[in-house]
T-cell receptor
Framework: AQRVTQPEKLLSVFKGAPVELKCNYS??????LFWYVQYSRQRLQLLLR??SRESIKGFTADLNKGETSFHLKKPFAQEEDSAMYYC???????????FGKGTLLTVNP | GAVVSQHPSWVICKSGTSVKIECRSL??????MFWYRQFPKQSLMLMAT?????????EQGVEKDKFLINHASLTLSTLTVTSAHPEDSSFYIC???????????FGQGTRLTVV
């Protein structure tokens, strides 16, 4: 069975502060990990995926297979980063996604 | 990016009636679409995989006779909530993948309220 755990439901930081949203997963094979984001009154959209190893909007995430983690990080949070963030796992070839419960990030001015 | 559109965005219906929600991929063909349900302040729960030209694959615990899925074309999947009850009230979201790409494109969601 595959499982994604986001331990923090809420995370509040001040503008300019570093932010880390935690994600741990459980999967027996080689998963593909994603971070999806949902801004207020907008649809869910892809933020980044581990295979791309790129930085999007200043965010990065590294897949740590030893710790089965895929934490999302940004060194200097901005107010526009305030949103709901979901970590998701895709195992196998059928594109089915398993989502974590999400973390609501609030960046205060 | 690719566009997935759901219709309606919101619907209110009476208990016992059926409601159909459409999910369209506007600028690409999708042989597979997914239907999720999201309860307030909770995560997305995969309900079923909609397969073009064949039966949908339902997740454990999801009643296939309650949530009818039809994927008659490469750009349209429909979810029909039959004999709706207040406990079916929820936010329903669909997604699709483009060109065997692993990125999922999501619809804007449909808020169903059963009164």
């Amino acid at each position: 069975a595959q499982r994604v755990t986001q331990p923090e439901k809420l995370l509040s930081v001040f503008k300019g502060a570093p932010v880390e949203l935690k994600c741990n997963y459980s999967y027996s094979g080689s998963p593909e990990l994603f971070w999806y984001v949902q801004y207020s009154r907008q649809r869910l959209q892809l933020l980044l995926r581990h295979i791309s190893r790129e930085s999007i909007k200043g965010f990065t995430a590294d897949l740590n297979k030893g710790e089965t983690s895929f934490h999302l990080k940004k060194p200097f949070a901005q107010e526009e980063d305030s949103a709901m963030y979901y970590c998701a796992l895709q195992g196998g070839s059928n594109y089915k996604l398993t989502f974590g419960k999400g973390t609501l990030l609030t960046v205060n001015p | 990016g690719a566009v997935v559109s759901q219709h309606p965005s919101w619907v209110i219906c009476k208990s016992g009636t059926s409601v159909k929600i459409e999910c369209r991929s506007l600028d690409f063909q999708a042989t597979t679409m997914f239907w999720y349900r999201q309860f307030p302040k909770q995560s997305l729960m995969l309900m079923a995989t909609s397969n073009e030209g064949s039966k949908a694959t339902y997740e454990q615990g999801v009643e296939k006779d309650k949530f009818l899925i039809n994927h008659a074309s490469l750009t349209l999947s429909t979810l029909t909530v039959t004999s709706a009850h207040p406990e079916d009230s929820s936010f329903y979201i669909c997604s699709a993948h483009r060109n065997m790409n692993t990125e999922a494109f999501f619809g804007q969601g449909t808020r169903l309220t059963v009164v």
